[in-house]
């Protein structure tokens, strides 16, 4: 039986062809068998480490163990890559500056944002510099081998521990329009994190934002919601996916996390890994927040909240799970009940944004009535074009 995609065919998120084959010309055709046996050692390392004694792996410097470097390099880069790209398609085209935009990538591991964010900029005609930073001297010659495999010549590279003060190891760099950290904030402990959340201010130019993204599982998702609370104790603005500022309830209850979720189409080489190592990459997951220097948000004659799980469909009814500035609420709309100005919420997908009004709350759930509205946003907080329709869903 196959597993229900909460996407169209169409959005699926794919492997930039750059990417694939800077990837081919560095280490070889990676659909062979050979090569495929090795990059599945070493992601079966990987998940070894990650799983049965992870405190231990990520303070070892994996990257520098050859197997695991490989996997990293090959298949976790696809696999994390199309995720950028997904979370910049949903918060809109980069900034346009008169100026070439300023990126400072924390662990850039073997150069999946800089991949990523490079083939991007290269997609709008924006120009970047990219400043990426890891602590494992080997990490950071994989990443120089793949820019220079995609011929991005916008790349300077330094070794930074990120245990440690920043803005010193950097040699008091110009402020950065925009600090990446990909798979990283997770494998520093709440101290740091508290720390590194009022130091990334320093770093940033008045206007600069923190693009987060980290696993999508419970420990490391929990892990960065932390942070992203610290933040806004020290007066950040959660700009998305949060629709407010207020301490994440997710937190309230150790069994919750969240995260987005893509569908995702594998190159045939991660079909062949994932045969020989047992898994099925068919969807892509992260947790990842985009933050802002304080501002005001707009007063809003609706109610902001973010979808947080599937549509789930019963008999004369469909909701969903949803997260507000007041909390996590059940939000449902009986088909009775649908009109014009809330059928949006009929049409909804995990992570979508919306704005409703004029409730009811009955039993354990708020219940959209024939008076309510209900609207897509888009993540500036303005009114969005209706989504799909979800019969276009496939299975």
Known sequence: MSRRIYQSKDSYRRVPSQILSALDSIYGPLCDAHQ???????????????TRDRKRFIKSRYLKDK????AYSTYMVCAQAPKLDAIVDRLGPLPTLNRPLRVLELGCGPGTGIASLGCLAATQGIEIEHTATDRVPEALEAAQRLADALKFSHVDYKLVDLSRGIARQLDDPPPFDLVLCMNVLNELNADRLRLMSRELKHLLTPEGQIL?????????SR???QFRDACVEQGWHVAAPCPHDEACPMLDDEKDWCHDT?????????ELVDVRVGTRRETLKATWFLFKKAEIRPAQTL???RIISEQFKEKGRIHAKVCTDAGLKTLELQKRDRTPGNRAFSKV?????????NSSVIGRRERLNKDSLCEFLAEDGTLSETAADPDD???
């Open 36 to 50: 495929v046996a090795k990059v599945s050692q070493g992601l079966e390392k990987l998940h070894r480490g990650l």
């Open 223 to 225: 892990h960065v919601i």
């Open 303 to 305: 109610i902001p909240a």
């Open 67 to 70: 197997d695991v470097s490989l």
């Open 349 to 357: 997908y995990r992570y979508d944004l919306i704005a409703y009004s």
């Open 393 to 395: 869903h496939t299975s």
């Open 262 to 270: 893509w569908g995702f189409e594998r190159p045939e080489f991660m």
């Open 212 to 220: 987060v993204i980290e696993p999508a599982a419970q420990v490391p």
